[in-house]
């Protein structure tokens, strides 16, 4: 079964400062892997995804992650954090069971940003 | 934005109740789905469907139960609701077939019971 692992509960950072979100993965095939972030109150949104193209994957927000296959890693970064980047971020990697697609969560990173 | 609801978004109820939290996505999505979320914690997958009459239970056991009549709708209902099923209850969709796919979420029903 996949996995991910998810390094730090909480990341604070101050407004205008890079931000790191850690991600690390557990998969026996070439796996799928996704951000998501929750904001309060909210439903999940998709960030970006990374299905096997290019190793540098960019999503909305100025935000973007790499696939580094030898660490098995799928950090997320951003150049330059903005107050409305608060949020709860979740690193998902994506499984099959059955022939069906299922997304296994990480226990999420929540991003505090400081003026 | 996504086209998918939930409703209703916060429910307190009593003990013993019947519950039923209802979903529906106009995008026409065959495949849907529920997580549970407690606050902090990751989410697990308690049910899905692959289309009409397709009902699934996913990885953590829940006692409620779930019915796709029709495609657009996904409703959850606990019979006899209790404390220890408070929390935050989220609907998905998707079409896609392959695992590249992207789940659309709703907003959420969060549910206490006293």
């Known amino acids: 079964a996949q996995s991910v692992t998810q390094l730090d509960s909480h990341v604070s950072v101050s407004e205008g400062t890079p931000v790191l979100l850690r991600c690390n993965y557990s998969?026996?095939?070439?796996?799928?892997l996704f951000w998501y972030v929750q904001h309060p109150n909210k439903g999940l949104q998709l960030l970006l995804k990374?299905?096997?193209?290019?190793?540098l994957v960019k999503g909305i927000n100025g935000f973007e992650a790499e696939f580094k296959k030898s660490e098995t890693s799928f950090h997320l970064t951003k150049p330059s954090a903005h107050m409305s980047d608060a949020a709860e971020y979740f690193c998902?990697?994506?499984?099959?069971?059955?022939?069906?697609?299922?997304?296994?969560f990480g226990t999420g990173t929540r991003l505090l940003v400081s003026p | 934005e996504a086209d998918i609801y939930q409703t209703p978004r916060y429910l307190v109820i009593g003990t013993g109740k019947k519950i039923t939290l209802e979903c529906s996505q106009t995008m026409g999505h065959d495949k849907m789905y529920w997580y549970q979320q407690d606050p902090g914690m990751e989410l697990h997958l308690i049910h899905y469907?692959?289309?009409?009459?397709?009902?699934e239970k996913g990885d953590l056991s829940s006692e409620s139960t779930v019915s796709r009549i029709r495609t657009e709708h996904f409703p959850l209902t606990l019979e006899s609701a209790r404390p220890s099923h408070t929390s935050q209850y989220l609907c998905a969709s998707s079409d896609a077939d392959r695992v590249t796919g992207e789940l659309f979420f709703g907003e959420g029903s969060r549910l206490t019971v006293l």
């Open positions: 990374y299905t096997s193209a290019a190793t």
């Open positions: 998902v990697v994506s499984d099959r069971d059955k022939g069906f697609q299922k997304l296994v």
């Open positions: 469907s692959y289309g009409v009459n397709s009902t």
């Open positions: 998969s026996s095939y070439s796996p799928s």
